[in-house]
């Protein structure tokens, strides 16, 4: 079975920092390229950012770049998302995500930010 599971979010500052983990199981971490999305309320869900199974590839979303680093650990079978000056509009659920057919995505995490 395919599990995904998201570290616990949290309540930042504006301008502060936070790093999400992902930790997958139940199938070959290494063979698939892995996103991070996240839903706003009252929003549909985005993309931030991608990596490609190996983890030399990474791309991110306009809104995000610059401010946001994915990287992956196979060996361990783990995403992050270091997230840095994270604003008000930042606040989500975040989701890891498999790219899969259909996609696979874990339960999310809320992540807050606000002063």
């Known amino acids: 079975e395919v599990q995904l599971v998201e570290s616990v979010g949290g309540l930042v500052q504006p301008g502060g920092s936070l790093r999400l983990s992902c930790a997958a199981s139940g199938f070959t971490f290494s063979g698939y390229r892995m996103n991070w999305v996240r839903q706003a309320p009252g929003k549909g869900l985005e993309w931030v950012s991608s990596?490609?199974?190996?983890?030399?590839?990474?791309t991110y979303a306009d809104s995000v770049k610059g401010r946001f680093t994915i990287s992956r650990d196979n060996a361990k079978k783990t995403l992050y998302l270091q997230m840095n000056s994270l604003k008000p509009e930042d606040t989500a659920m975040y989701h890891c995500?498999?790219?899969?057919?259909?996609?696979?995505r874990g339960q999310g995490t809320q992540v807050t930010v606000s002063s």
């Open positions: 995500e498999r790219l899969s057919q259909p996609p696979q």
């Open positions: 990596i490609s199974p190996g983890g030399s590839i990474t």
